[in-house]
């Protein structure tokens, strides 16, 4: 089991801070495709990667990072601290 | 190292004061305050910036521990809120101590340019009562770059 969690516009266009993946996939890109066949909502979140990044475990990786051992999974935009 | 992430404000002037009399045996101490900017048009309302609490503080904590390989300092203090504010307030502050001040100005610069975009925030305004993601500026990830 996963935690997939959202933050900034990913969160407010998905409508969900959080949600449980109970799924296999291998890569954040086989979860990304999971997730936009799901529904519409996803599929507009995650049309263009560019302008998204992830994190798993608290470390940002790239899309084609393998899944295995992660329990967290978070999407986000491009950072804006400071 | 000293890294605190927080919605409370917080007095620039005395986290200065106490992280320079934390150390008799520096030559330098630099800090930066980052501000609320009001827009050109003075409608700004409020600004409200989420984070990634389990993230965040290893984040920081991480790029901190760079600069500190990297540079010759003595610490580190990075300060940073979160929650609603608004225009003149206090974002963050950095700073930085070294035995001189090359160190202190490159690594206080290089930590910033980081927090800038890799530190997990994000930032949306409130402009006449609308509110509107920050987008991320290219020109803040060409300064990121210069560090590599």
Same mark, same amino acid.
């Given at each position: ?82 | ?27 330098? #101490?630099?800090?930066?305050? @980052?501000?609320?900017?009001?827009? /050109?048009?003075?409608?700004?309302? $409020?600004?409200?910036?989420? *984070? ?25 203090? #990075?300060?940073?809120?979160? @929650?609603?504010?608004?225009?003149? /307030?206090?974002?963050?502050?950095? $700073?930085?101590?070294?035995? *001189? ?48």
């Amino acid at each position: 089991m996963i935690e997939l969690v959202y933050f900034a516009w990913v969160r407010e266009r998905i409508g969900a801070a959080s949600e449980p993946y109970d799924g296999s996939a291998a890569t954040v890109r086989d979860l990304v495709n999971e997730l936009r066949a799901r529904e519409p909502r996803y599929d507009l979140v995650f049309s263009d990667l560019t302008s998204l990044r992830v994190a798993i475990d608290q470390e940002l990786v790239d899309f084609d990072a393998p899944l295995t051992n992660a329990k967290e999974v978070a999407f986000f935009p491009p950072m804006t601290g400071g | 190292m000293k890294i605190q992430v927080q919605s409370a404000p917080f007095n620039v002037g005395d986290e200065t004061n106490a992280f320079t009399d934390t150390h008799k045996n520096v030559g330098a #101490v630099v800090t930066f305050t @980052g501000i609320v900017r009001d827009d /050109d048009c003075g409608s700004l309302d $409020a600004m409200e910036i989420e *984070h990634y609490p389990a993230m965040t503080h290893k984040a920081i904590s991480q790029h901190a521990q760079t600069a500190q390989d990297r540079w010759n300092l003595a610490d580190v203090l #990075v300060i940073h809120r979160y @929650g609603k504010l608004v225009p003149g /307030d206090v974002i963050m502050m950095v $700073a930085t101590a070294a035995r *001189h001040r090359a160190d202190a100005f490159q690594a206080a610069e290089f930590l910033m340019d980081y927090l800038k975009s890799r530190a997990p925030f994000w930032k949306k305004e409130w402009i006449d009562g609308t509110p509107r993601w920050v987008e991320a500026k290219q020109l803040d990830e060409d300064a990121l770059a210069r560090w590599d």
